[in-house]
C-alpha cells in the first residue's frame, strides 16, 4: 500500500544521472510545475490582475523562478540574496515582494533600489525604512489579527506570531503613511501554513475585505492591492486530497463581490504567496539505501539525511517513499528509515511499511520540492545535494551542482 503517489521518471533515468553525479539529488518535474501554476492561475482569473508571488525561500533556484515567470508569477522575498536572485531572473519591481521581519537597513536599501513591493512588519519600521531608505510611493502592511482569528498546527495561533501589526497598528500606521505623503497602499496577511482546508482561505478573504472596506470608511483610502499570504497545503499522505482551488477561487470571489464591489473598492488587485502549493508536489529528493542495520528496530541507511531535507526531523512530517522497481510488492516489511547524522531524530520515516529493501535500492522521497533543498545544513560535514530539472521533453539538466569539500572548506583558514 505504499504506491500510490506516482515517480514521473525511471530507474534507468536515475542509472543515467548516477553514471555522473552521485546520489542524493533532487529532481523537478517542469511540465506538471507548468500545468500546476497555470490551474492556479486560472482559479483566480475573476480577479482583476491576480498574482502569485512565489515565495522563494520555498525553492530558491533561478531555473524554477524562470519557469514561474514564464508563467506569469511574480516572486516573494525575504532576504538580500532572494532580492537578488529575483532580480537576476530579470523580474520587474512590481513583480517582486518583499515581505520580511526583523530587515536590516541594507535590504531595505536594495527592496527600494529594484523598486520591489515593500511589504511592512512591523510599525517602527516606517521610521526605519524612511531613514535608511527613504518612504516608497507605495506601502504595504503585514496584518497579524491576534486573538480575532485561530490560526493552524504549523504556524500556531497569531497572538503567538512574531509578524505583523495589531490592527490598532495598522490604522495608526496607515494614518502615519498618509501624513508623509505616501499615496498607494497594498493589505497583507498570512496566518497559515501547510493549510488543507479551503474555507480557511475564504475566511481569511473575508477577513481582510472587511477590513479594506474599514480602511476606507475610517481613513479614506482604496487599497490598492490585498495579499493572503501563501500558507495553502498540499496532500503529503496519500489518503489526503488537495486544496480545490477553484472552490477557494469561487469562495474568494463571493466574498469579493459582497463586500468589494459595494464598498465602491473594486478593483483591488489580489495577490498571493504561495510556495509549497506551487512546487511541493513536483520535487522529489532521490537517494540509495546504503545499509541495512537490525537491532531494536529495523533500519534502513539511506545515502540522504536531514542535512538534505529536514521536514520529517524538523516537524514530523510525513513524506512518501517510493521505491523503485518493487512498486507493485507488497508493503509488509516495516522499517525506520535514516539519514547519517548523529542525531536520533534524522529519519525520513518511523514504522514505515514498505517493500522488502535491499542495499543499492532507489528511494524516491516524495513532495519535497518546496522547503526542501531550501531548509538543507551542513551539519555533520554534509555537503548540499545536486538538483535537477526534467523537462518537457524528458531531459535531465543540472540546474545546481553538488557541493563539494573544497565549498565546504571555502570559508575557513587552512
Ligand atoms: C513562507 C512564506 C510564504 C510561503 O508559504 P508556503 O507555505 O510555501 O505557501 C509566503 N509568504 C511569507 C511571508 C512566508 O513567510
Known amino acids: 500500500m505504499s504506491c500510490e503517489k506516482k515517480v514521473p521518471f525511471t530507474q534507468a533515468d536515475i542509472d543515467k544521472i548516477t553514471q555522473n553525479n552521485p546520489t542524493p539529488f533532487y529532481i523537478y518535474d517542469e511540465q506538471a510545475i507548468r500545468e500546476n501554476a497555470r490551474r492556479f492561475k486560472k482559479a483566480f482569473d475573476w480577479a482583476p490582475m491576480f498574482r502569485n508571488y512565489f515565495a522563494v525561500k520555498a525553492t530558491p533556484n533561478p531555473a524554477i523562478l524562470e519557469i514561474l515567470k514564464e508563467e506569469g508569477f511574480g516572486a516573494d522575498c525575504s532576504s538580500l540574496p532572494e532580492l537578488l536572485m529575483a532580480q537576476k531572473v530579470g523580474l520587474p519591481g512590481d513583480y517582486i515582494m518583499f515581505t520580511s521581519n526583523d530587515t536590516p537597513a541594507e535590504e531595505y536599501k536594495k527592496a527600494r533600489e529594484i523598486e520591489a513591493i515593500i511589504n511592512l512588519d512591523d510599525i517602527s519600521h516606517i521610521d526605519f525604512l524612511e531613514k535608511n531608505a527613504g518612504l516608497p510611493e507605495i506601502v504595504c502592511f503585514r496584518y497579524n489579527p491576534g486573538p480575532l482569528r485561530k490560526g493552524n498546527v504549523l504556524i500556531g495561533n497569531p497572538e503567538e506570531a512574531k509578524y505583523g ?48 472596506v474599514e480602511i476606507k470608511n475610517k481613513l479614506g483610502i482604496a487599497l490598492e492591492f490585498v495579499n493572503f499570504g501563501g500558507g495553502i497545503g498540499i496532500p503529503y499522505k496519500p489518503e489526503q486530497t488537495p486544496v480545490d482551488l477553484e472552490y477557494v477561487g469561487k469562495g474568494i470571489q463571493a466574498k469579493y463581490n459582497e463586500y468589494i464591489i459595494p464598498n465602491g473598492l473594486d478593483p483591488i488587485r489580489i495577490y498571493m504567496e504561495c510556495g509549497r502549493v506551487i512546487l511541493g508536489p513536483y520535487g522529489y529528493l532521490v537517494t540509495k539505501v546504503l545499509h541495512e542495520k537490525n537491532t531494536y528496530k529495523r533500519y534502513a541507511g539511506l545515502d540522504a539525511c536531514m542535512a538534505n531535507l529536514m521536514r520529517p526531523a524538523l516537524y514530523g512530517s510525513y513524506h512518501h517513499i517510493t521505491v523503485m522497481g518493487k512498486e507493485n510488492q507488497p508493503c509488509d516489511e516495516k522499517y525506520d528509515v535514516t539519514g547519517s547524522l548523529c542525531e536520533n531524530n534524522d529519519k525520513f520515516a518511523i514504522d514505515r511499511m514498505l517493500p522488502k529493501l535491499d542495499i543499492g535500492d532507489t528511494l524516491v522521497i516524495h513532495d519535497s520540492g518546496a522547503h526542501g533543498y531550501a531548509m538543507g545544513f551542513n551539519y555533520n560535514g554534509k555537503l548540499r545535494s545536486a538538483e535537477f530539472l526534467m523537462t518537457a521533453n524528458h531531459e535531465f539538466k543540472m540546474i545546481r551542482r553538488a557541493e563539494t569539500i573544497d565549498d565546504y572548506f571555502a570559508t575557513l583558514n587552512f
Open 165 to 212: 501589526f495589531t490592527r490598532d497598528q495598522l490604522f495608526e500606521g496607515y494614518k502615519i503613511l498618509l501624513e508623509k505623503g505616501v499615496k498607494r497602499f497594498g493589505l497583507h496577511t498570512m496566518i497559515a501554513s501547510n493549510e488543507l482546508n479551503a474555507d480557511y482561505f475564504i475566511e481569511t478573504a473575508k477577513m481582510i475585505f472587511e477590513l479594506a
